[in-house]
């Protein structure tokens, strides 16, 4: 692994967390939302009463999204652990080949074989690892995306519930509009993710 490709795998994780704590923040916005939501539509009495079950759902979306995205973060986590681990048995590896070239015909050279050996060996297996991480990661952030597109789904729902109202119509209207702009941008966030990690080179 050349640094090129080292800096692309440090870059993408940090990418990736970066993304993630937004993705938490507007999750928790949501629920936050549904709070506000559910406030209103006890207020409205029968004139929200079609809107009141929506916020428990829209709810359950936010919960649903945190838990996700807080598994995702660990498996980000252990996906720089992974990258840290790779460059420095990279370093090490081509230290001891660049001293076993050095040590050409010299006394003990073969001792050097079997640390240089393990060296390798690790530091395929952290490719190997890697690669395995990052496939899972990319079918969570797939998994992600389902509360994304439900939650726009509702949006479009509570804007029908919200027109019953009577004077909350604003209100709700206002919670289905931070709704669906919270759900675009937890979808432009996870798309971000998925960038940045194909430009990791994983051919290695």
Do not use: W
């Amino acid at each position: 692994m050349n640094v090129g490709q080292t800096k692309s795998k440090f870059v993408a994780v940090a990418s990736i967390a970066a993304e993630l704590s937004a993705v938490m923040d507007v999750a928790k916005e949501i629920s936050l939302a549904a709070a506000n939501a559910k406030a209103i539509a006890f207020r409205a009495g029968e004139k929200a009463k079609g809107f009141q079950p929506i916020t428990d759902f829209i709810n359950e979306l936010a919960k649903e999204t945190i838990d996700l995205v807080f598994t995702i973060n660990q498996h980000a986590l252990s996906l720089y652990q992974l990258t840290v681990n790779e460059h420095r048995m990279t370093e090490a590896y081509n230290k001891f080949v660049l001293v076993s070239v050095l040590a050409k015909g010299v006394t003990y050279e073969e001792s050097l074989e079997e640390p240089m050996n393990r060296s390798k060996e690790e530091m395929l297996e952290c490719r190997r690892s890697f690669k395995l991480k990052v496939a899972q990661l990319l079918d969570q952030l797939e998994e992600v995306m389902h509360p994304a597109r439900a939650a726009r789904v509702i949006a479009a729902n509570s804007r029908i519930e919200a027109s019953q109202a009577g004077e909350y119509l604003q209100s709700l209207q206002a919670v289905a509009e931070s709704v669906d702009n919270a759900a675009q941008v937890i979808h432009d966030n996870v798309q971000r993710c998925r960038a940045a990690l194909s430009v990791v080179d994983l051919t290695e």
